[in-house]
């Protein structure tokens, strides 16, 4: 690889939308994944790791190792996403490759790893899915986790309101007290793409889907697999549209010309088993007074967002 490409560590816990960002990633020559770690949210570890070895395939450019990380959450118990993903988390259509094998080694261990062996401050890890690996590298090695350049997260409900509750997004959410770790951790920066990132005049409209899925092998299989979230959006939102989160957060760390707004605050996550469990609570005026800790990019360029996805998809 070119010591020109960004290097960076992608930790998913790979439903349908994570299968549109890898795929994003995988066709940015702009930079190298040094690995893929799998973790448990939309589906179980081992799903997720083979959902993320099947778009390898269908993508057919490079194949990073993948390596299986944690299956539990640190306190709660998993809930997984089946209503959003299917079961499969890829829409439960058949597509996923059983045959295909991850690479021996542990994920958190393998991440801290990486983080050692090359040169500090060189990697970016980006998360699409529960913090649980992250929390687990933080607690083994903290200094470590420090050596990252950044860490960039899908997670949190942003500025605005949540998906899996009134408050709460879903991948924060799915293990809220690995959430509070990673922001207790004093790496900086943090930075959460809010799902209301890819609300709004971000969302894939009917012929944008379209013209995505019509566009070869690789885009029909990334709007396929989203079929069910499709279903659901009509329900939410009256159309078939598609709120793209994880692909939402990907184009924020590999094309920051995208982003419009992202401003740092003091945040922590509610922990209190009330209704706002999960929630990551925005200091936004400051009442606090704490010094702000993570910063939250609630909003996209929705034009640059949506070529950039054409772009990585090959559906331009």
């Known amino acids: 690889m070119s010591d020109n490409k960004q290097k960076i560590i992608i930790d998913t816990d790979c439903g349908s939308d994570d299968a549109m960002a890898i795929a994003m990633a995988l066709n940015d020559e702009n930079y190298e994944i040094l690995m893929i770690t799998a973790v448990s949210g939309n ?14 395939k269908v993508s057919d450019t490079s194949y990073p190792p993948v390596y299986e990380g944690s299956d539990a959450m640190l306190v709660r118990d998993w809930v997984g996403a089946s209503d959003v993903h299917g079961d499969d988390g890829m829409g439960d259509l058949g597509l996923v490759d059983y045959s295909l094998k991850t690479t021996p080694g542990n994920a958190v261990l393998k ?12 990697i970016d890890i980006i998360t699409l899915g529960p913090l649980t690996n992250l929390a687990i590298a933080i607690r083994l090695e903290p200094e470590t986790m420090k050596r990252a350049r950044r860490i960039i997260m899908m997670g949190t409900a942003g500025l605005g309101r949540g998906n899996v509750s009134m408050v709460a997004e879903f991948n924060i ?24 990132a890819c ?43 598609l709120d793209m989160a994880d692909p939402a957060a990907m184009a924020a760390a590999l094309y920051p010309a995208c982003i419009d707004q992202c ?11 009330g209704p706002s469990y999960g929630a990551v609570l925005i200091d936004y005026y400051g009442f606090s007074g704490k010094t702000p800790n993570a910063y939250i990019c609630s909003k996209l360029k929705a034009d640059l967002y949506k070529q950039y996805i054409m772009k990585t998809l090959r559906a331009l």
């Open 111 to 122: 991440m801290l790893e990486a983080l050692r062996e090359n040169e500090d401050k060189s």
């Open 173 to 196: 959410w799915q293990d809220p007290e690995a959430c509070q770790i990673v922001i207790d951790s004093g790496i900086d920066p943090l930075i959460f793409v809010g799902w209301d």
């Open 199 to 241: 609300l709004d005049e971000a969302m894939l409209d009917p012929e944008e889907i379209e013209k995505i899925r019509s566009s070869g092998e690789l885009g029909r299989f990334c709007i396929d697999t989203n079929v069910k979230l499709m279903n659901l959006n009509v329900k939410r939102f009256g159309y078939e549209c």
């Open 263 to 273: 401003d740092k605050y003091y945040c922590e996550v509610d922990l209190s088993r």
């Open 43 to 56: 589906v179980r570890m081992k799903q997720a790791a083979y959902n993320t070895l099947t778009t390898m």
